[in-house]
């Protein structure tokens, strides 16, 4: 299984990125899609999580600001981040549970992408 993630950048505090997470592969289900981001010297956190069932969860900070979704069709899953902080500047990394064919259900992570929050 594959993650590619997208969409991220500089952006001037205020501004809006859309992250993107597509995952391709041996792919039957996916019963969690997540959000995290890390800074260095820091533990790598949780930004907003999705379950199969459609239920988010978010952490304090980005709350009312982001925004996680999924198109279960793609198995794409995405982070609109709106009124962004310089504190939301981070290497955003994407993490699903998946079930492959096999029957066998594993954890993945993307490789990160970069947003830069800066004026």
């Known amino acids: 299984v594959q993650l590619v993630e997208s969409g991220g950048g500089l952006v001037q505090p205020g501004g809006s990125l859309r992250l993107s997470c597509a995952a391709s592969?041996?792919?039957?289900?996916?019963?969690?899609m997540g959000w995290y981001r890390q800074v260095p010297g820091r533990q790598r956190g949780m930004v907003a999580t999705v379950m199969s069932g459609g239920s988010a969860d978010y952490a304090d900070s980005v709350k009312e600001r982001f925004t996680i979704s999924k198109d279960n069709n793609e198995n794409t899953m995405y982070l609109q981040m709106n009124s962004l902080k310089p504190e939301d500047t981070a290497v955003y990394f994407c993490?699903?549970?998946?079930?492959?064919?096999?029957?066998?259900?594993?954890?993945?992570w993307g490789r990160g992408i970069q947003v830069t929050v800066s004026s």
């Open positions: 592969g041996n792919i039957v289900s996916i019963s969690f």
């Open positions: 993490n699903l549970h998946v079930r492959d064919d096999t029957g066998w259900s594993h954890t993945v």
